[in-house]
Nanobody, 112 residues
């Protein structure tokens, strides 16, 4: 069974940092690109970042460029999202996705 489990969310003040993790199981992690989406209250789910499984290429939404860094550890079947200089607009539930599967999400709340 394919599973993606996020962790690392929480409450942080504006300007602070958090690191999200996504632990994958049930599939060959190295074979798939993987990424992060987020959904704020009353808004559509939006793509945040993704990382290739072949050459390490990354993508970032304009809203997070220069503040967020995505990475993956294939040996641990885990993906990370380092989030710095957080803003209240970053408040959302963050989901990881890969191999057509989604995690349950982790809440990130940034207070002003």
């Amino acid at each position: 069974e394919v599973q993606l489990v996020e962790s690392g969310g929480g409450l942080v003040q504006a300007g602070g940092s958090l690191r999200l993790s996504c632990a994958a199981s049930g599939f060959t992690f190295d074979d798939y690109a993987i990424g992060w989406f987020r959904q704020a209250p009353a808004k559509e789910r939006e793509g945040v970042s993704c990382i290739s499984n072949t050459n390490g290429d990354t993508y970032y939404a304009d809203s997070v460029k220069g503040r967020f860094t995505i990475s993956r550890d294939n040996a641990k079947s885990t993906m990370y999202l380092q989030m710095n200089s957080l803003k209240p607009d970053d408040t959302a539930v963050y989901y990881c996705t890969g191999r057509n599967a989604w995690g349950q999400g982790t809440q990130v709340t940034v207070s002003s």
